[in-house]
C-alpha cells in the first residue's frame, strides 16, 4: 500500500464515541457487554486516563480506537473518520501506537533496531527515510547505542521505551498505554511518563492512558473511570477525585494526599469542596484551614493495639555473598540481617540491586558462595543452615517463597491439586495435605467452590491468590514475597496487603519484596535497603527516612505520605512524619498539639 | 544469567566470509557438498581438504571453535568409519581375526569416506554456522525461495516465524529458569528418582512454560496487528540483502576454488 494514501486530513477530535458497545459470549451462552454505551470524546494533543478496576472494559474500550475490536453497536469516529468504513482502516490503524503491559510480549525483532523498524516496514516505508526514522525514534527514547543489541539484554523499563520508539517512528497522531507502566519500578515509571509527556508537547500527540496509578491519573487532562464495562465518571481529576465515595466504591484510591485531606476532614465532618482537589498544594492548604479552625468536642482517637515486639530470631543471614559467574563482580555481598518471628520485613531498592538473588537464597534455592543462611528449627530446637543438602527440605517446609506473578506457576488440573501439590511433595499423608489446604484457603480469600475448577480458568487475582495458597499450605513460618501486589487493580493490591497483615498477626514471619514505598512504609517493621549488591541500609522506617537524608544518597523515592507532611510540618510543628498510615498520620495532625503524640 | 543465550553457535567476526552477504554463502554450501560428493579419489580428497583450510584461514576463526563443531558427529564418523573397514573387501588382506578381515581397499575406503564427512561437517560450520547469524540466514532463505511465493509458499510469513522464534529463545530460556525456581520451592525434584519421576517433575515446569507461551503469541499477535503487520506485502526492509562488487568477487573466486578439487581428479584420471 502506498504510505501517502495513508494520509489523512486536519482533524479536532481524535476520537469521539458515542454509546459504543463491545459484546462477547460467555461459556454459559449468554453475551456479556464488555463496552456498555460509553461515549466520550478525546481532543488533539488531550491527555485521557481510563481508570477502572480489572476486567471493566478498559483494555476492550482502547482496542476498538485502534480497531483490533470492532463496536457491536453505536457510532465510533477516529480522527473525524468512520471507523466502520473499510477505507479508513489502515488510515485510522497506522496513526495510532499503542504500547502493552508485558514488554517482553510486545517486542518483534530480533534486534533493537529491527523491532523499531517492524512498524514503519509494514508501511512500506522506503529507505533511506526508514533508517531515518529509526535513527531517529532510538536516538529519541535514548536507546541509540542499544541498537543491534538483542532485546533480551534490555531492563523492563528500556524494554518498554522501545515499544515507544516502535510506536514512534510510525509516526502516530494518537498513543494508547494500556497498563504500560504496572510492570516498571518508580524510577523507569517516571522516566517512561516523562517522554510520554515530552512527546505529546514536541508533536501534539493525543494519549490515551490505561493506568491503576492515581498518581498517574492525576497527570491527565481528563479522567475516565469505567466500571462493568459503563463509563461511570469523567471529567477533570479534581472533578472524578473529589467524589469521593464513588471513587472508592468503584474499587479505585485517592493519590496519598487526598486521602490524608478526607481522613483529616472526616474529624471535622466535612467533606472537602473539588478546589482542595486541584492539587496536592490545594489539598495541604485545606487541611491547613481545617486545622486552624475549632475541633468538634466529640472528636476522638481511635485506641491502637500496641503491638508487643518479639525478639525471637527465626532466619538469620551472615555476610552472604553471591556471584552468578565467578569472573564477574559478586551480584550480592556483604548482606547482614535477621528476621523475627511475627514481624514484616521489607526489601527495597532499584531493579537489579539483588533483591531477587538474595532472597532465593532463604530458602536455599541458591547456596552462598560466602556466609551463611540460617533458619530455626522448631522441632529440634537450633538453626539449620541451607548449605546441607540434607537439610533442604526442613528448610522449603519453613520459608515459603513466592516469586512475582506467582500465577504463571500453576499447572495442575485443578485449584485442588495444585494447592496440594507442595504439602504432597512434603510427604504429608492425603489427609494430612487436605487439612493444611483447607486452613489455607480462608488466608487468602480461596473460595471452596472453585476447588474443582482448572486454575487456568481463573481471573488473574484469583491465580495470584490460588498461588499464594498453595505456598501457604506448606504451613511455612516464614513467607518469601516478591512483589505480591504487582499488576493488581487497587482493590486487589489493598486486598492482598490486608492479607499479608493478618499472616503477619497470627505469628508468621514475612520478608516483603515492594516497590511501593508508601506501602512498605506503612506494612513493614523493619526495611532493608539494597544498592548495586551491597546493603545500604537495615533498620526501621521510621530510622531510613527520619532527618538524616540517607535515603537520598540511596536514591531513593519518600513514601507520598511523609512529602505531604514534611509540608505540613512547616506550620505545625507537631505533625509527625515518621507515621506512614493515613489515619495515623491524620490523628497525629488533628491531636497532635495536645501533645498526645507519642513516638512508638 | 541466561541473558545473552545464542542460537546456532555463531562466532561473531569481521572475516571476508562473515562480511558475504548469505544467499551467496548457501549458494557456496551447495556447490561445495557437491565437491565433496564428486571428490572420491584420494587426492581429490586431499585436494579439497586444502580448499576446506582456505575456507579456514579466510574465515579467521579460531581452529579450536572449527573443531568444536565436529565433536557432535565423532560417534558416526567412528561408527562409518567401522562399518567400512570391516564390510569391504578388496585387495590384499592386512588383518584378519576370527570372522573380521580388514583389507586395503577397505581401509582406503572407510578413510576416505570418514575424511568427507568430516570436510563436509567443516565446510558447512565454515560457510553456515560459525560465521552467519541464524537471521541472516532466514533472510537468505526468504529471498532465495521468493520464487515459491509464485505457487503460493508463504516465504515471508515463514521467516517472520523463524525470526520470532529466535527472538523468543532468551525469553522463553529465562521464563523456564523463574518456574524452575518457583517449582522447587514447592519441593518438586527435577533431578533425583528414576527417569519417570524426574519426567514428572518436569510436567510442572513444561505446562507452566507452554501456557504461557501461548498467552505471549497472542499478545504478540495483537501487538504485531497494532504496529500493521499485513504479512510480508509491501513490507520494506531495514537491512535488505544487497550484493556488492565484493560480493561478486568472492563469489567467483571460491567458485572457482571449489572446482579446483575436481579439476585434480580429472586431470590425474587422464594421465
Known amino acids: ?600 | 544469567m541466561m541473558k545473552d543465550v545464542s542460537i546456532g553457535r555463531f562466532v561473531p567476526g569481521n572475516s571476508v566470509i562473515h562480511r558475504l552477504d548469505p544467499r551467496v554463502k548457501v549458494f557456496l554450501f551447495v556447490l561445495y557438498m557437491v565437491t565433496i560428493f564428486l571428490a572420491n579419489r584420494p587426492i581429490a580428497v586431499m585436494a579439497t581438504f586444502a580448499v576446506v583450510l582456505v575456507l579456514a584461514l579466510l574465515s579467521k576463526i579460531p581452529p579450536m571453535e572449527i573443531l568444536r563443531s565436529v565433536r557432535p558427529i565423532v560417534f558416526i564418523m567412528i561408527f562409518i568409519f567401522l562399518i567400512n573397514i570391516f564390510t569391504l573387501r578388496s585387495g590384499e588382506v592386512l588383518w584378519s581375526w576370527w570372522v573380521l578381515k580388514i583389507t586395503s581397499g577397505g581401509l582406503e575406503r572407510a578413510v576416505l569416506l570418514t575424511f568427507r564427512l568430516l570436510l563436509l561437517i567443516l565446510a558447512t560450520s565454515i560457510l553456515l554456522t560459525l560465521t552467519t547469524t541464524p537471521l541472516k540466514l532466514s533472510d537468505a532463505l526468504e529471498s532465495l525461495g521468493s520464487p515459491l511465493k509464485v505457487i503460493h509458499v508463504p516465504v515471508n510469513e515463514m521467516a517472520m516465524t523463524i525470526s520470532i522464534a529466535l527472538r523468543f529463545i532468551p525469553t522463553l530460556v529465562e521464563e523456564t529458569d523463574k518456574i524452575m525456581k518457583a517449582q522447587s520451592s514447592r519441593g518438586a525434584e527435577y533431578d533425583t528418582g528414576n527417569i519417570f519421576q524426574r519426567a514428572k517433575g518436569y510436567v510442572a515446569v513444561l505446562v507452566p512454560l507452554f501456557v504461557s507461551a501461548f498467552k505471549r503469541a497472542e499478545e504478540l499477535a495483537v501487538a504485531m496487528d497494532a504496529r500493521c503487520y499485513q504479512g510480508g506485502v509491501g513490507k520494506t526492509k531495514l537491512h535488505p540483502l544487497r550484493m556488492k562488487g565484493s560480493d561478486f568477487m568472492w563469489m567467483g573466486i571460491l567458485s572457482v576454488l571449489a572446482f579446483v578439487p575436481l579439476a585434480v581428479d580429472f586431470l590425474t584420471k587422464i594421465k
Open chain 1, 1 to 600: 500500500m502506498d504510505p501517502n494514501e495513508r494520509n489523512i486530513a486536519d482533524y479536532e477530535q481524535a476520537v469521539k464515541a458515542e454509546e459504543i458497545l463491545f459484546a462477547y459470549a460467555t461459556n454459559s451462552g449468554s453475551d456479556v457487554l464488555a463496552v456498555d454505551h460509553a461515549s466520550f470524546s478525546v481532543q488533539k494533543g488531550e491527555y485521557i486516563a481510563i481508570l477502572g478496576r480489572n476486567g471493566s472494559g478498559k483494555s476492550t474500550l482502547a482496542k476498538m480506537i485502534d480497531l483490533l475490536e470492532f463496536p457491536d453497536g453505536g457510532k465510533l469516529q477516529i480522527f473525524e473518520l468512520p471507523a466502520d468504513l473499510d477505507e479508513n482502516f489502515w488510515k485510522i490503524r497506522s496513526h495510532c501506537g499503542m504500547v502493552f503491559q508485558n514488554p517482553d510480549n510486545q517486542i518483534v525483532g530480533t534486534t533493537v533496531e529491527e523491532d523499531v523498524a517492524f512498524g514503519p516496514e509494514n508501511l512500506s516505508v522506503p529507505l533511506p527515510e526508514l533508517a531515518q526514522r529509526v535513527e531517529k525514534a532510538l536516538g529519541y527514547v535514548g536507546l541509540s547505542e542499544k541498537a543491534d543489541k538483542q532485546p533480551a539484554s534490555l531492563s523492563g523499563g528500556q524494554k518498554q521505551k522501545l515499544a515507544i520508539a516502535g510506536v514512534l517512528a510510525m509516526e502516530p497522531k494518537l498513543l494508547i498505554l494500556d497498563e504500560s507502566t504496572s510492570m516498571l519500578d518508580p524510577k523507569a515509571r517516571d522516566e517512561f511518563l516523562r517522554l510520554v509527556q515530552r512527546m505529546r508537547q514536541d508533536k501534539g500527540i493525543s494519549v490515551i492512558h490505561i493506568t491503576h496509578d492515581m498518581h498517574e491519573a492525576y497527570l491527565a487532562d481528563r479522567v475516565l473511570v469505567m466500571d462493568k464495562g459503563k463509563i461511570r465518571l469523567q471529567g477533570t481529576p479534581p472533578e472524578v477525585f473529589s467524589q469521593v465515595d464513588t471513587i472508592r466504591e468503584l474499587g479505585l484510591e485517592l493519590p496519598k494526599w487526598a486521602d490524608l485531606l478526607c481522613e483529616v476532614a472526616k474529624f471535622y465532618k466535612i467533606s472537602p469542596e473539588q478546589s482542595a482537589f486541584l492539587s496536592e498544594k490545594s489539598a495541604e492548604e485545606k487541611i491547613r484551614e481545617l486545622l486552624r479552625g475549632e475541633r468538634p468536642e466529640d472528636a476522638s482517637r481511635t485506641v491502637r493495639d500496641v503491638k508487643e515486639p518479639d525478639d525471637k530470631v527465626i532466619l538469620k543471614v551472615t555476610d552472604l555473598a553471591y556471584s552468578y559467574s565467578k569472573k564477574e563482580e559478586p551480584t550480592v555481598s556483604g548482606i547482614n540481617f535477621d528476621v523475627r518471628k511475627g514481624e514484616i520485613l521489607a526489601i527495597i531498592g532499584h531493579s537489579g540491586c539483588g533483591k531477587t538473588t538474595v532472597i532465593s537464597h532463604l530458602n536455599g534455592i541458591l547456596r552462598p558462595l560466602e556466609g551463611k543462611v540460617e533458619i530455626w528449627d522448631d522441632d529440634e530446637n537450633h538453626f539449620i543452615s541451607t548449605d546441607k543438602n540434607t537439610d533442604i527440605k526442613k528448610i522449603r517446609k519453613h520459608v515459603g517463597l513466592l516469586f512475582q506473578y506467582p500465577e504463571y506457576q500453576l499447572f495442575e488440573e485443578t485449584v485442588e491439586k495444585d494447592i496440594k501439590f507442595g504439602p504432597k511433595k512434603l510427604g504429608y499423608d492425603d489427609e494430612k495435605c487436605e487439612r493444611l489446604m483447607r486452613e489455607a484457603l480462608p488466608l487468602v480469600g480461596v473460595s471452596e467452590q472453585v476447588l474443582k475448577r482448572s486454575p487456568f480458568e481463573l481471573s488473574g487475582g484469583q491465580k495470584r491468590r490460588v498461588a499464594f495458597a498453595g505456598v501457604l499450605a506448606m504451613g511455612p513460618d516464614v513467607l518469601i514475597l516478591d512483589e505480591p501486589a504487582a499488576g493488581l487493580d487497587p482493590a486487589g493490591q489493598k486486598e492482598i496487603f490486608g492479607y499479608i497483615e493478618k499472616l503477619r498477626d497470627q505469628g508468621r514471619s514475612i520478608v516483603l519484596v515492594s516497590h511501593d514505598m508508601d506501602e512498605a512504609a506503612r506494612i513493614a517493621d523493619r526495611i532493608l535497603v539494597l544498592k548495586k549488591g551491597r546493603q545500604v541500609f537495615f533498620g526501621t522506617p521510621r530510622e531510613l527516612f527520619a532527618g538524616s537524608n540517607d535515603y537520598v544518597s540511596m536514591r531513593l523515592d519518600r513514601p507520598c505520605l511523609m512529602k505531604t507532611m514534611l509540608d505540613l510540618k512547616k506550620d505545625f510543628p507537631y505533625a509527625d512524619e515518621g507515621l506512614f498510615d493515613v489515619s495515623e498520620a491524620a490523628e497525629s495532625l488533628v491531636f497532635g498539639k495536645d501533645g498526645e503524640v507519642s513516638a512508638p
